[in-house]
């Protein structure tokens, strides 16, 4: 059995390294000011640089203007651009969901019109799905579009909307009959975010920061051609929009979460213990937890290429990516709530960068948002259900 890439990927590798290398650095160096991990104008900065040098589009088909790389090339791409420390973009939803959902579902009208506003970045999208009353149960949704001549009325009102408050476009899921059961009468649009009736109110999280939204729509009207697919065939897209999303999602997340694991050892060797020495060498139960989440992220690493090995064989991720997410979000909580114990005082100053403390102040802003990871794309309880039923054969309840 071979676990890793094959050794053309592997010379591919080093020739993307080459790339990030000679660029990233001299990139981060003209950045005035410095760049903060989670900052919203520099994390679009870098994704407009690494589009306008021609990556992005890599998995989409050529005539597109895609790379039309394989998922491995790609998988290659994402943990070439996290090894290197760069953030993650500001654009991922119109990258790594709406594209590949427009290439597959889209008329070549909308191809034309949307595809190279995502590849350039000239496009910000968010994604309108989740409401006060549908999050886990996305089809009870209820946001209503009516059509009226040559346009649809939308009304309603979306949640957790990320990056709502910078997006220039929004995907929509809204329910265009009523009287159709939940899942069928549920139709996906494009909708402008510029168009009057569209307000946005921004949602302050505990971290400080507000990087998602509240979304309402009053009587807003969005074209006739802003339908993707046809009138209540909606679900498909959606369903099929998740399992892009679940493509390449954990790869930088992955890396991410190794190079964490060091930091965190780095932590634990700079913290010194009342009785003499660092935390890491006086506390036998500090080195247990480090040494559970390098397992943790050695397991993540090889389910990942178990994930792209099943994807090039027989298409997207089904049940196992459940496990993934999971083991994922709750080891990250894991490794920030080790961190956490080991600032000790130090985290009560609070997730704020530029302050006394920056380095504690990253770890409390993680510890902070991890909360958060067990709840998005699909809570714990529900990936537990999903493997309840679809791995392991119980029943449904
Ligand atoms: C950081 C972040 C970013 C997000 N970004 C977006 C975005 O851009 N666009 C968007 O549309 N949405 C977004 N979301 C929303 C996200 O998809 C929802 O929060 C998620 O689907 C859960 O829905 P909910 O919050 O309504 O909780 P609910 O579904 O109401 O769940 C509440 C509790 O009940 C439990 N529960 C629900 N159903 C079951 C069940 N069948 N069995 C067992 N337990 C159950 C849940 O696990 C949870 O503990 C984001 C969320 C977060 C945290």
């Known amino acids: ?21 000679s660029h990233y650095p001299r990139f981060k160096a003209s950045w005035p000011g410095t760049p903060d991990p989670n ?23 050529a005539q597109y203007g895609g790379k039309a790389w394989p998922l491995t090339r790609q998988a290659i791409f994402h943990e070439e651009q996290a090894r290197i420390g760069a953030p993650l973009g500001v654009n991922i939803i119109g990258h790594g969901i709406l594209g590949p959902t427009l290439v597959h579902f889209a008329s070549e009208a909308q191809k034309a019109r949307f595809l190279p506003g995502i590849l350039s970045n000239r496009e910000i999208w968010c994604q309108g799905y989740s409401e006060p009353g549908a999050g886990s149960d996305l089809a009870a949704l209820a946001t209503r579009a009516e059509r009226r001549g040559d346009h649809y009325v939308l009304n309603g009102h979306k949640v957790w909307t990320s990056f709502a408050h ?23 649009f494009l909708v402008d975010m510029k168009s009057p009736g569209v307000r946005v109110e921004p949602i302050r999280q505990i971290t400080g920061e507000a990087d998602f939204n509240e ?55 700079d913290t010194p213990r009342p009785g003499g020495g660092s935390a890491l060498q006086a506390d036998p139960h500090l080195r247990r937890g480090i040494a559970r989440l390098a397992a943790d992220s050695h397991v993540l690493k090889l389910k990942g290429l178990r994930a792209l090995t099943n994807a090039l064989r027989s298409g997207p991720p089904g049940a196992e990516g459940s496990s993934t997410k999971l083991q994922w979000s709750e080891s990250h909580q894991k490794m920030m709530n080790i961190a956490t114990e080991l600032l000790g005082e130090r985290a009560l100053a609070g997730p704020e960068p530029g302050g ?16 958060a990871e067990t709840i998005l794309a699909g809570t714990s309880e529900v990936q537990r259900n999903i493997l309840a039923e679809q791995m392991l054969g119980l029943p449904k309840n």
Request: glycine share 8%.
């Open 1 to 21: 059995m071979q676990v890793g890439y094959s050794a053309e990927d592997e010379a591919f590798r080093l020739t993307l390294r080459e790339w990030f290398e």
């Open 39 to 61: 900052e919203l104008g520099w994390r679009r900065a870098w994704e407009d640089y690494v589009c306008q040098a021609g990556w992005s589009g890599l998995g989409w088909p």
């Open 166 to 188: 910078i997006a220039d476009w929004c995907f929509v899921l809204a329910r265009t009959d009523a009287s159709a059961q939940r899942h069928k009468g549920i139709s996906f």
């Open 215 to 269: 979304v309402f729509f009053e009587d807003v009207q969005v074209p006739l051609d802003a339908l993707v697919g046809e009138e209540n065939g909606g679900w498909r897209l959606a369903m099929a929009a998740a399992s892009f999303e679940r493509g390449t999602y954990f790869i930088p997340r992955q890396v991410r979460f190794a190079q964490e694991v060091q930091a965190l050892k780095a932590l634990a060797a």
């Open 356 to 371: 006394r403390d920056p380095r504690a102040a990253l770890w409390t802003r993680d510890y902070l948002w991890t909360r």
